[in-house]
T-cell receptor, first 114, second 116 residues
Framework: AQTVTQSQPEMSVQEAETVTLSCTYD???????LFWYKQPPSRQMILVIR??????QNATENRFSVNFQKAAKSFSLKISDSQLGDTAMYFC???????????FGQGTRLTINP | KAGVTQTPRYLIKTRGQQVTLSCSPI?????VSWYQQTPGQGLQFLFE???????NKGNFPGRFSGRQFSNSRSEMNVSTLELGDSALYLC???????????????FGQGTRLTVV
């Protein structure tokens, strides 16, 4: 079974700083997807970024980028120029290719301070 | 395009009762998944439906069941409610639900179920 571990329950940074959230996972699969989801106080889960395991290039979406280390089974999220609106719970998630089922980490509560 | 719609948003039930939650996916999406979110267990996968068939099931007791209709709308039912069933229930829809590029899951705002 796949597992996802987020070792940082809470993080706090000042606005405009860069912050990195950590995620490790365990799987015997070779092809899979990794995701970072954001859940603000409104409870809506919003996809931040996704990475296909077969792609060596790290995904980027504006201020959000990932550091995907397949051999180490590590998938960290970097948020540059952080904004107050980035305050939320962030979940790392894994999906096996061909199975529409997400396995989530426990989440990291990120607070951006003005 | 309308997002994933879950109804009701909030629900209070008594132990032993049953409850039905509804999820309307994004138009054109055929895969609907359900997740339970609690402070203690985090986000856990319940089941996934595609074209009215359950394709995947999580590790939950048989009191948790679901179905999907021909218009892709899905319902989730919990019978004989227990206090531990209090949670946020999230529904997600996906464009294809098959292997390929469109594996992104779009979530609704959830139904907050409180069992007293």
């Amino acid at each position: 079974a796949q597992t996802v571990t987020q070792s940082q329950p809470e993080m706090s940074v000042q606005e405009a700083e860069t912050v990195t959230l950590s995620c490790t996972y365990d799987t015997s699969e070779n092809n899979y997807y990794l995701f970072w989801y954001k859940q603000p106080p409104s409870r809506q889960m919003i996809l931040v970024i996704r990475q296909e395991a077969y792609k060596q290039q790290n995904a980027t979406e504006n201020r959000f980028s990932v550091n995907f280390q397949k051999a180490a089974k590590s998938f960290s999220l970097k948020i540059s120029d952080s904004q107050l609106g980035d305050t939320a719970m962030y979940f790392c998630a894994f999906m096996t290719l061909g199975a529409q089922k997400l396995v989530f980490g426990q989440g990291t509560r990120l607070t951006i301070n003005p | 395009k309308a997002g994933v719609t879950q109804t009701p948003r909030y629900l209070i039930k008594t132990r032993g009762q049953q409850v039905t939650l509804s999820c309307s996916p994004i138009s054109g999406h055929r895969s609907v998944s359900w997740y339970q979110q609690t402070p203690g267990q985090g986000l856990q996968f319940l089941f996934e439906y595609f074209s009215e068939t359950q394709r995947n099931k999580g590790n939950f007791p048989g009191r948790f069941s679901g179905r999907q209709f021909s218009n892709s709308r899905s319902e989730m039912n919990v019978s004989t409610l227990e206090l531990g069933d209090s949670a946020l229930y999230l529904c997600a829809s996906s464009p294809t639900g098959t292997t390929g590029m469109n594996t992104e899951a779009f979530f609704g705002q959830g139904t907050r179920l409180t069992v007293v």
